[in-house]
C-alpha cells in the first residue's frame, strides 16, 4: 500500500494549507521513467485539494511507486505543463518545495547506510561520536510536537543506527513533518487500512481502476472471507499442535535461551527471555514495534557480541565455546528490513541473491550450479525479469522476493525472515506462502516476524510474543 497524504497531519494543514486551490494537479500526463522503453501512465488526471487524506493501493506494478516520485519531482511529466501545484505556485515552481516522498530508502541525505555495517547496530557506541536521533531530526520548533506525537521523544538520545525498522520509519515521517512541505507522500506507512482517509485512488496496470470514498472502497474488499480464512488458519494450527507435539520431543534444539537480558544506556530491551526452538519448529515472532523482536534475532544470527554474557545455544552448541560467527551464518539464511538498507541499488538481481552463498553483501562470483539455483528460484517466484536488472529498476516488492531469494539460496538449516512481507502485495504474500508449505523441507526451522497475523503462513503454528519493553508474554 502506499499512502500519499495531503497535507499529512492536522497541525500540517492548519499550519501550511490556506489555499483553496488544488495542492497538485495532473491533467492528461504521460509519465515514463528514466531508460524504460514505454510509459508507465498515459493520459492521466488527478486532482488533490487542500485537507484530503488519500490512500493510494493496487497490485505490485500498478504504478504506486511511480506516480509518488512523479508527485515528488522524481520523473518528468509530459507535457510539463501536465504537473502543476496550484495553491503553491507562488512559492516556488519546483516540486520537491512542495511534495516529499518518505520511502523505505534513507535519502535525507543526512545519515548513509553505506558508511556503516550492519552488525554495528548491535555493538555499544560512544553517542558523542553517533548520529543520534536528535541530531538526525535537527532544531525545529514543532521538534517536541511532533517526537511526542510519534512516539519518538525517549528515543531522541539513541543512536540513529540503533533504532528498529519501525522507529526508523517514524523518524524519517518526524523529520518530514517539522518541514515547511505541503505535501508528504508515505510508502506503505502501516498495513490496516487507514481510518483518517478521506480518498481512495485504485491504481492498476498504469491505469485509474478506482477512484472513490473509503467506505466505497471497503465495501468491495473481502473483509468476511478474511475473518473465515482466519477461523480455518486457527482450527488447523490447533490440530497440527496437537498432533506434532510427541514427535517434536525428539528433535534436537536448534535455539536454547534462557533468561537472555540486553540494556543499553540503562533501557532494558529484552527482559530474562526464555525460548527454545527445535528442529522443524515454524515459530511466528510478534510484538510491537520496540519491543527488542530485531535484538532477539541478532542473537540467532550471531550478530550481537552481548550473546556471550547470555545463555545461549545455537544447533546444540553453547555460544562463546570456540565457534565464529561464519560457522552461525552458514547455518542460518535471512532477510530483514534493515539489511536490505546495505544492499548497494547498482547491484543486479543476480548478484544481490547469490550473495547470500557467501554470507555477505557484496558480489561475489558465482559457480554453475550456484547460478542455476539462483535462476530456479527466480522462476519460481516470479521475478526472472530481476535477474539482470539493478535493484534500483525494480519495485520495492521485487526487492524485497530478491532478498527472500537470497535467504533461501543455501537451503540453511534455519530461516529468519524479520517483516519478511514488507512492501509485498496479498497476491505476492499468498505466493510465498504457498512456496514454504511446498518445499520447506521437515528439517528446515522457520522464525517469522510480522506485525499481521493474517500474513501468517498456515503453516507456522506456534507463537512467541514480546510486551512492549522486551520481556516474553505467552508462547505457543
Given at each position: 500500500m502506499l499512502t500519499l497524504k495531503s497535507n499529512t497531519h492536522l497541525l500540517i494543514r492548519r499550519l501550511y494549507s490556506t489555499h483553496?486551490?488544488?495542492?497538485?494537479?495532473?491533467?492528461?500526463?504521460?509519465?515514463?521513467?528514466?531508460?524504460?522503453?514505454?510509459p508507465v501512465f498515459q493520459d492521466l488526471s488527478l486532482t488533490i485539494k487542500p485537507g484530503q487524506q488519500w490512500v493510494i493501493v493496487g497490485p505490485v506494478n500498478a504504478g504506486k511507486t511511480t506516480l509518488a516520485e512523479t508527485l515528488a519531482g522524481r520523473h518528468t511529466a509530459q507535457p510539463l505543463a501536465s504537473l502543476q501545484w496550484p495553491s503553491q505556485q507562488d512559492n516556488s515552481l519546483y516540486s520537491a518545495d512542495h511534495v516529499h516522498l518518505v520511502?523505505?530508502?534513507?535519502?535525507s541525505g543526512v545519515f548513509n547506510y553505506n558508511q556503516h555495517y550492519y552488525q554495528e547496530r548491535f555493538n555499544f557506541s560512544d553517542p558523542d561520536n553517533d548520529l543520534t536521533l536528535r541530531d538526525y531530526l535537527g532544531a525545529h520548533p514543532l521538534l517536541d510536537r511532533v517526537v511526542n506525537q510519534l512516539d519518538l521523544a525517549h528515543l531522541l538520545p539513541l543512536s540513529f543506527v540503533k533504532l528498529s525498522n519501525g522507529q526508523t520509519r517514524r523518524?524519517?515521517?518526524?523529520?518530514?513533518?517539522?518541514?515547511?512541505?505541503?505535501?508528504?507522500?508515505?510508502?506503505?506507512?502501516?498495513?490496516?487500512?487507514?481510518?483518517?482517509?478521506?480518498?481512495?485512488?485504485?491504481?492498476?496496470?498504469?491505469?485509474?481502476?478506482?477512484?472513490?470514498?473509503?467506505?466505497?472502497?471497503?465495501?468491495?474488499?473481502?473483509?468476511?472471507?478474511l475473518a473465515k480464512e482466519r477461523q480455518e488458519k486457527d482450527a488447523y494450527r490447533t490440530q497440527a499442535l496437537a498432533d506434532e507435539e510427541a514427535r517434536r520431543a525428539d528433535r534436537p534444539g536448534v535455539v536454547e535461551l534462557n533468561n537472555v537480558n540486553v540494556?543499553?544506556?540503562?533501557?532494558?530491551?529484552?527482559?530474562?527471555?526464555?525460548?527454545?526452538?527445535?528442529?522443524?519448529?515454524?515459530?511466528?515472532?510478534?510484538?510491537?514495534?520496540?519491543?527488542?523482536?530485531?535484538?532477539?534475532?541478532?542473537?540467532?544470527?550471531?550478530?550481537?557480541?552481548?550473546?556471550?554474557?547470555?545463555?545461549?545455544?545455537?544447533?546444540?552448541?553453547?555460544?562463546?565455546?570456540?565457534?565464529?560467527?561464519?560457522?552461525?551464518?552458514?547455518?542460518?539464511?535471512?532477510?530483514?528490513?534493515?539489511?536490505?538498507?546495505?544492499?548497494?541499488?547498482a547491484m543486479t538481481g543476480r548478484i544481490a541473491a547469490g550473495?547470500?552463498?557467501?554470507?555477505?553483501v557484496v558480489p561475489r562470483t558465482l559457480?554453475?550450479?550456484?547460478?542455476?539455483?539462483?535462476?530456479?528460484?527466480?522462476?519460481?517466484?516470479?521475478?526472472?525479469?530481476?535477474?539482470?536488472?539493478?535493484?534500483?529498476?525494480?519495485?520495492?516488492?521485487?526487492?524485497?522476493?530478491v532478498l527472500l531469494i537470497r535467504s533461501l539460496v543455501k537451503r540453511p538449516p534455519l530461516l529468519i525472515w524479520d517483516e519478511p512481507y514488507q512492501g509485498l502485495d496479498?497476491?505476492?504474500?499468498?505466493?510465498?506462502?504457498?512456496?514454504?508449505?511446498?518445499?520447506?523441507?521437515?528439517?528446515?526451522?522457520?522464525?517469522?516476524?510480522?506485525?499481521?497475523?493474517?500474513?501468517?503462513?498456515?503453516?507456522?503454528?506456534?507463537?512467541?510474543?514480546?510486551?512492549?519493553?522486551?520481556?516474553p508474554l505467552t508462547s505457543p
Amino acid at each position: 500500500m502506499l499512502t500519499l497524504k495531503s497535507n499529512t497531519h492536522l497541525l500540517i494543514r492548519r499550519l501550511y494549507s490556506t489555499h483553496q486551490q488544488p495542492l497538485i494537479q495532473l491533467k492528461n500526463a504521460t509519465v515514463q521513467r528514466f531508460g524504460a522503453k514505454k510509459p508507465v501512465f498515459q493520459d492521466l488526471s488527478l486532482t488533490i485539494k487542500p485537507g484530503q487524506q488519500w490512500v493510494i493501493v493496487g497490485p505490485v506494478n500498478a504504478g504506486k511507486t511511480t506516480l509518488a516520485e512523479t508527485l515528488a519531482g522524481r520523473h518528468t511529466a509530459q507535457p510539463l505543463a501536465s504537473l502543476q501545484w496550484p495553491s503553491q505556485q507562488d512559492n516556488s515552481l519546483y516540486s520537491a518545495d512542495h511534495v516529499h516522498l518518505v520511502s523505505f530508502k534513507e535519502d535525507s541525505g543526512v545519515f548513509n547506510y553505506n558508511q556503516h555495517y550492519y552488525q554495528e547496530r548491535f555493538n555499544f557506541s560512544d553517542p558523542d561520536n553517533d548520529l543520534t536521533l536528535r541530531d538526525y531530526l535537527g532544531a525545529h520548533p514543532l521538534l517536541d510536537r511532533v517526537v511526542n506525537q510519534l512516539d519518538l521523544a525517549h528515543l531522541l538520545p539513541l543512536s540513529f543506527v540503533k533504532l528498529s525498522n519501525g522507529q526508523t520509519r517514524r523518524a524519517r515521517i518526524a523529520r518530514d513533518l517539522t518541514q515547511k512541505t505541503g505535501v508528504i507522500l508515505v510508502s506503505r506507512p502501516q498495513d490496516e487500512f487507514p481510518t483518517w482517509a478521506t480518498d481512495v485512488l485504485v491504481l492498476d496496470n498504469g491505469k485509474i481502476a478506482w477512484q472513490g470514498s473509503p467506505e466505497g472502497y471497503l465495501a468491495t474488499t473481502h473483509h468476511n472471507d478474511l475473518a473465515k480464512e482466519r477461523q480455518e488458519k486457527d482450527a488447523y494450527r490447533t490440530q497440527a499442535l496437537a498432533d506434532e507435539e510427541a514427535r517434536r520431543a525428539d528433535r534436537p534444539g536448534v535455539v536454547e535461551l534462557n533468561n537472555v537480558n540486553v540494556v543499553y544506556s540503562g533501557q532494558k530491551i529484552l527482559d530474562d527471555v526464555t525460548w527454545t526452538v527445535k528442529q522443524g519448529d515454524r515459530w511466528a515472532l510478534l510484538g510491537p514495534n520496540g519491543s527488542g523482536k530485531t535484538t532477539l534475532l541478532s542473537f540467532l544470527t550471531g550478530d550481537h557480541p552481548q550473546a556471550y554474557a547470555n545463555d545461549l545455544s545455537l544447533f546444540g552448541r553453547r555460544r562463546g565455546t570456540g565457534e565464529s560467527i561464519w560457522e552461525i551464518k552458514a547455518k542460518v539464511g535471512t532477510v530483514s528490513p534493515e539489511l536490505h538498507l546495505y544492499f548497494n541499488q547498482a547491484m543486479t538481481g543476480r548478484i544481490a541473491a547469490g550473495t547470500g552463498f557467501f554470507d555477505v553483501v557484496v558480489p561475489r562470483t558465482l559457480d554453475s550450479t550456484q547460478t542455476a539455483t539462483v535462476e530456479s528460484l527466480f522462476h519460481e517466484f516470479g521475478v526472472s525479469d530481476c535477474l539482470d536488472r539493478a535493484l534500483r529498476d525494480c519495485s520495492a516488492a521485487e526487492q524485497r522476493l530478491v532478498l527472500l531469494i537470497r535467504s533461501l539460496v543455501k537451503r540453511p538449516p534455519l530461516l529468519i525472515w524479520d517483516e519478511p512481507y514488507q512492501g509485498l502485495d496479498g497476491g505476492m504474500i499468498s505466493a510465498v506462502n504457498n512456496w514454504l508449505e511446498t518445499y520447506l523441507r521437515d528439517d528446515q526451522t522457520l522464525i517469522l516476524v510480522t506485525h499481521h497475523e493474517d500474513e501468517i503462513p498456515r503453516a507456522v503454528t506456534r507463537r512467541f510474543h514480546l510486551g512492549p519493553h522486551g520481556a516474553p508474554l505467552t508462547s505457543p
